[in-house]
């Protein structure tokens, strides 16, 4: 159901409504919102009733704040204070959108967050269309909380999946968007849930209020964890899984939200320890478990298809067929290569070494590695390129290609491994 918006605004502002209305239209053609203003009241109704109406069901009320809108008795006195007593009750969330210059820091909706950044007033954006992309991204992020607050509420009043007589528990590696966990942490409903986080992730607070909402669940976030270190990962994973293995709980894992290298690690630990894992196939329509089969209708929660999904971040697909051809004949051209990497004694190092490295980005090799056979032949295969050699010995290389950095610097190639020699 799109989220219901109700537009608290002064007559001489309607220029500026109309053009912030504009910039929404995107959240509207895709069903997540639904907009009202008092211009679409109906030839022959009676205005205030309606007015209340929409009121009263909208979920989000957008105050458009200007001199005007204080100076009006009915904006300020009466609708506006209609919106603050339904955000005081948890009936809706009022946002104050900052329009025009105006001390407004005495008002009665002063206390909330206002848009756009830094409640710059829009009039003040050397560019306008700017302000209004700010506010409506801003407006985008409500809308996303509101509905995992939905979906939290639903899946807290339906009734527990049995999936075993044994408690369950959860072991979350993510790091980037939080859907594809959050759906599983409410579908599975563990009572334990171990979290492992990249440094700096922004994410953290949105699973500890989630999972606080499920009766009698545990939480456990370990220290954050560099994401690009494999070692790191693992032991994060056994860190969280150690204290509990003795117990009597059934055990599953989701990495579907960290990136390359922590997926691999929770891939490696999972094997290690008879874990099953949701993960998902970006080759198959719908999301689908790996690993042991797992006693759960996947019918009522995890079906959403590719688009269904890329719709909920607001994703399109283009049309890069010829380019991830290419990209796919030069893994294969890659393979062999990445297989005498991972099978030499010195593996962990080229990984540092290729890590998050753009194209043409100075690679130093060592000069323990420079009169290596791997070297020659990552510069055959043409995934390094050879700018200067030193007379310390040392060897500084680049990726020749954006292809190539993004294969070896985001560790794809490691993903490649797995899944070849699994």
């Given at each position: 159901?799109?989220?219901?918006i109700?537009?608290?605004?002064?007559?001489?502002?309607?220029?500026?409504?109309?053009?912030?209305?504009?910039?929404l239209k995107?959240?509207?053609?895709?069903?997540?919102?639904?907009t009202?203003?008092?211009q679409?009241?109906?030839?022959?109704?009676?205005?205030?009733?309606?007015?209340?109406?929409?009121?009263?069901?909208?979920?989000?009320?957008l105050?458009?704040?200007?001199?005007?809108f204080?100076?009006s008795?009915?904006c300020?006195?009466?609708?506006?204070?209609?919106?603050?007593?339904?955000?005081?009750?948890?009936?809706?969330?009022?946002i104050?959108?900052?329009?025009?210059?105006?001390?407004?820091?005495?008002?009665?909706?002063?206390?909330?967050?206002?848009?756009?950044?830094?409640?710059?007033?829009?009039?003040?954006w050397?560019?306008?269309d700017?302000?209004?992309?700010?506010i409506?991204?801003?407006?985008?992020r409500?809308?996303?909380?509101?509905?995992?607050a939905?979906l939290?509420k639903?899946?807290?009043?339906?009734?527990?999946?049995?999936?075993?007589?044994?408690?369950?528990?959860?072991?979350?590696?993510?790091?980037?968007?939080?859907?594809p966990?959050i759906?599983?942490?409410l579908h599975?409903?563990?009572?334990?849930?171990?979290?492992?986080?990249?440094?700096?992730?922004l994410?953290?607070?949105?699973?500890i209020?989630?999972?606080?909402?499920?009766?009698s669940?545990?939480?456990?976030?370990?220290?954050?964890?560099?994401?690009?270190?494999?070692?790191?990962?693992?032991?994060?994973?056994?860190?969280?899984?150690?204290?509990?293995?003795?117990?009597?709980?059934?055990?599953?894992?989701?990495?579907?939200?960290?990136?390359?290298?922590?997926?691999?690690?929770?891939?490696?630990?999972?094997?290690?320890?008879?874990?099953?894992?949701?993960?998902?196939?970006?080759?198959?329509?719908?999301?689908?478990?790996?690993?042991?089969?797992?006693?759960?209708?996947?019918?009522k929660?995890?079906?959403?298809?590719?688009?269904?999904?890329?719709?909920?971040?607001?994703?399109?697909?283009?049309?890069?067929?010829?380019?991830?051809?290419?990209?796919?004949?030069?893994?294969e051209?890659?393979?062999?290569?990445?297989?005498?990497?991972?099978?030499?004694?010195?593996?962990?190092?080229?990984?540092?070494?290729?890590?998050?490295?753009?194209?043409?980005?100075?690679?130093?090799?060592?000069?323990?590695?420079?009169?290596?056979?791997?070297?020659?032949?990552?510069?055959?295969?043409?995934?390094?390129?050879?700018?200067?050699?030193?007379d310390?010995?040392?060897?500084?290389?680049?990726?020749?290609?954006?292809?190539?950095?993004?294969?070896?610097?985001?560790?794809?190639?490691l993903?490649?491994?797995?899944?070849?020699y699994?």
């Amino acid at each position: 159901m799109p989220v219901k918006i109700f537009f608290c605004y002064a007559h001489e502002d309607k220029k500026m409504l109309v053009q912030l209305q504009k910039h929404l239209k995107p959240l509207e053609r895709h069903g997540y919102i639904e907009t009202w203003y008092d211009q679409d009241i109906s030839a022959g109704n009676e205005w205030e009733p309606e007015i209340v109406k929409r009121l009263r069901e909208a979920q989000i009320i957008l105050l458009l704040i200007s001199a005007d809108f204080i100076n009006s008795e009915y904006c300020y006195d009466k609708e506006m204070k209609w919106a603050l007593e339904r955000h005081r009750r948890g009936e809706a969330r009022v946002i104050p959108i900052i329009l025009r210059d105006v001390v407004w820091k005495y008002g009665l909706f002063s206390i909330l967050q206002a848009l756009p950044s830094e409640a710059k007033p829009v009039y003040k954006w050397t560019r306008r269309d700017e302000a209004y992309v700010d506010i409506t991204e801003g407006i985008a992020r409500v809308i996303e909380e509101l509905s995992l607050a939905s979906l939290l509420k639903s899946a807290v009043q339906s009734p527990q999946v049995p999936s075993s007589q044994h408690k369950r528990a959860l072991l979350i590696l993510t790091g980037n968007a939080v859907l594809p966990d959050i759906r599983l942490l409410l579908h599975y409903r563990p009572q334990l849930v171990c979290i492992v986080t990249p440094h700096g992730w922004l994410y953290q607070r949105t699973y500890i209020d989630i999972v606080q909402a499920i009766p009698s669940c545990e939480i456990k976030i370990e220290p954050s964890v560099n994401p690009h270190d494999i070692d790191e990962c693992l032991q994060a994973c056994l860190n969280s899984y150690r204290p509990y293995a003795h117990e009597e709980f059934e055990w599953i894992m989701t990495f579907a939200s960290a990136n390359k290298v922590m997926a691999l690690a929770g891939y490696e630990f999972a094997k290690q320890n008879k874990i099953r894992f949701w993960h998902i196939n970006p080759e198959e329509e719908h999301i689908i478990t790996q690993g042991t089969h797992m006693a759960v209708d996947i019918r009522k929660f995890f079906r959403p298809t590719v688009s269904e999904y890329l719709d909920d971040y607001g994703y399109t697909i283009g049309n890069f067929k010829s380019a991830e051809k290419a990209y796919r004949a030069n893994e294969e051209k890659w393979s062999g290569i990445v297989s005498e990497i991972i099978h030499s004694s010195d593996a962990l190092i080229w990984l540092s070494l290729f890590t998050d490295k753009s194209k043409n980005e100075p690679i130093v090799i060592p000069a323990t590695l420079s009169v290596t056979s791997l070297l020659s032949s990552l510069v055959t295969t043409e995934a390094l390129k050879i700018i200067l050699e030193h007379d310390d010995g040392t060897v500084t290389c680049c990726f020749p290609s954006a292809d190539c950095a993004r294969f070896f610097g985001s560790g794809e190639w490691l993903m490649l491994q797995a899944f070849c020699y699994q």
